[in-house]
C-alpha cells in the first residue's frame, strides 16, 4: 500500500496508529457535580440506624428514613422498632449520633436535624406468653 492509500491513522502495517491524549486540566467550575440524592442518604440512614441498634428485634421491622435535602444539609426522619425492655432514650440518642456521622463520612453532608420515631417495642415477655411459656 501506498502512504496516500493508507486510511488516516493507520500505521504502515495496517493496525491503527496510537496517539497519546495530552492530559490538560479541567477548570473546576467545568467538570461538573456528584449529586446526591435524597433517596440515597434515606438509605445510608437507615442503615446506620441499623448499626446503632445492633439488629432488628425478633418479630420487628427494620428501620426505614425520609429524607429532606437543603443545598449542603439534611434533616432525616427514622423509623425504628425497639426491643423491651430497654433504655429508649439512650437508644434513640445512638441512632441519632450514628446517622450523623455516616451521613457526614458517606454523604459529606451535615444531617442537622435527625428525629428517631420509635414506631413500635417488642416485648421479649409477650413473645414468650403467646408461645404459651409464662406461668
Known amino acids: 500500500m501506498l502512504p496516500a ?3 488516516a491513522g493507520h ?3 495496517g493496525t491503527p496508529e496510537v496517539r497519546e491524549l495530552a492530559a490538560e486540566p479541567v477548570a473546576p467550575g467545568s467538570r461538573g457535580a456528584t449529586v446526591i440524592t435524597d433517596r440515597v442518604v434515606a438509605k445510608i440512614a437507615a442503615r446506620a440506624a441499623r448499626e446503632a441498634l ?3 428485634p425478633e418479630g420487628g421491622a427494620p428501620p426505614h428514613a425520609t429524607v429532606t435535602l437543603h443545598q449542603d444539609h439534611a434533616r432525616v426522619r427514622v423509623g425504628v422498632d425497639l426491643g423491651h ?3 429508649i432514650g439512650e437508644r434513640c440518642a445512638a441512632v441519632r449520633r450514628r446517622v450523623v456521622q455516616r451521613v457526614k463520612s458517606l454523604a459529606d453532608m451535615e444531617a442537622r436535624e435527625v428525629v428517631v420515631q ?3 417495642l417488642h416485648s421479649a415477655r409477650a413473645r414468650v406468653a403467646a408461645r404459651g411459656r409464662l406461668r
Open 11 to 13: 500505521a504502515r502495517n
Open 5 to 7: 492509500e493508507r486510511p
Open 54 to 56: 445492633g439488629g432488628v
Open 118 to 120: 420509635v414506631e413500635r
Open 85 to 87: 425492655p430497654c433504655d
